[in-house]
């Protein structure tokens, strides 16, 4: 399984920004799929998940203002980023997860300016 993550930049705050993840290889109808980031000194975070059945989880700190969301083929998963602050900047990474597995991305730099 390959993960290819794209879309991130630099953007002022309260501005958007729409992260893709396009997965490619051996997918099982059965895979979550998420994203995660991790800021300067600071540990990987859980920021959005999208289970198999199309169930959505967000961490409290982005509920509100990020959408993750996938096409039909559960293929290709984005997150779409509203209201962002500073306090978004990091490198976002997207992870597959299927059959006791994990795989990531190359990760997907978001900066947001004040």
């Known amino acids: 399984v390959q993960l290819q993550a794209s879309g991130g930049g630099l953007v002022q705050a309260g501005g958007s920004l729409r992260l893709s993840c396009a997965a490619s290889?051996?997918?099982?109808?059965?895979?979550?799929m998420s994203w995660f980031r991790q800021a300067p000194g600071a540990q990987r975070e859980l920021v959005a998940l999208i289970a198999s059945a199309g169930i959505a989880n967000y961490a409290d700190s982005v509920k509100g203002r990020f959408t993750i969301f996938r096409d039909n083929a559960k293929t290709t998963m984005y997150l779409q980023m509203n209201s962002l602050k500073p306090v978004d900047t990091a490198v976002y990474y997207c992870?597959?997860?299927?059959?006791?597995?994990?795989?990531w991305g190359q990760g997907t730099l978001v900066t947001v300016s004040s």
């Open positions: 992870n597959l997860a299927q059959f006791g597995a994990n795989y």
């Open positions: 290889g051996l997918i099982s109808d059965d895979h979550a």
